[in-house]
């Protein structure tokens, strides 16, 4: 299957700072990628949807201040949370959907650690 | 009523043993449908993929789509230890704005 790449894997940052992870698809062109955000033993909560040179559309509740994305381009989006607090720990995947089936594939996820 | 309902679990089977996983939905424009394993902090894995209704088989999997009933399957044959894991049924209606819908994940523990 196709190849989504998620970076850094794991994060350990104090409060206040901003974090930036990174989601590539590295053989195919994502007509668009998601960001999810998962707490233990529970679903994917969707965070927001990324176009390809457009803004991200963000579900309700998800502050799009605090929770920055950029899709520069057919492969790579990024979000960046900025001013991280402890609230914000948590397990954040990507996924990129593939422009010519629709397929959604997601990344390794990142562990966001805020102390 | 939710879009797309799962029974959570946590269902525990002998090693061997045929595994079924099942999601409901309500939205009829729904017509991709797939099947994620997750394990524990990583990444959900794409495991079968289907359009429309019908079977798809893939070496011990086999998902099956009944959209009249709104009705998709999931079957794990001969299951094994390391199928031990959450389960994701997702599904979209297929243009490029839509989005995915996941069910909440059913947990499968296999036990040897």
């Known amino acids: 299957g196709a190849v989504v790449s998620q970076h850094p894997s794991r994060v350990i940052c104090k409060s206040g700072t901003s974090v930036k992870i990174e989601c590539r698809s590295l053989?195919?062109?994502?007509?668009?990628m998601f960001w999810y955000r998962q707490f233990p033993k529970q679903s994917l909560m969707l965070m927001a949807t990324s176009n390809e040179g457009s803004k991200a559309t963000y579900e309700q509740g998800v502050e799009k201040d605090k929770f920055l994305i950029n899709h520069a381009s057919l492969t790579l989006s990024t979000l960046t949370v900025t001013s991280a607090h402890p609230e914000d720990s948590s397990f954040y995947i990507c996924?990129?959907?593939?422009?010519?089936?629709?397929?959604?594939?997601f990344g390794s996820g990142t562990q966001l650690s805020v102390l | 009523q939710k879009e797309v309902e799962q029974d959570p679990g946590p269902l525990s089977v002998p090693e061997g043993a045929i595994v079924s996983l099942n999601c409901t939905y309500s939205?009829?424009?729904?017509?991709?449908f797939m099947w994620y394993r997750q394990y524990s902090r990583k990444g959900p894995e794409l495991l079968m993929y289907?359009?429309?209704?019908g079977n798809k088989e893939d070496g011990r999997f086999t998902a099956q789509v009944d959209k009249s009933s709104k009705y998709i399957s999931l079957f794990i044959r001969d299951s094994q230890p390391s199928d031990s894991a959450t389960y994701l049924c997702a599904m979209s209606a297929g243009t490029s704005y839509d989005k995915v819908i996941f069910g909440p994940g059913t947990s499968l523990s296999v036990i040897p």
């Open positions: 289907t359009y429309s209704s």
């Open positions: 996924s990129a959907r593939q422009r010519q089936n629709e397929k959604l594939f």
């Open positions: 939205n009829s424009a729904f017509q991709y």
């Open positions: 053989d195919f062109q994502a007509t668009t």
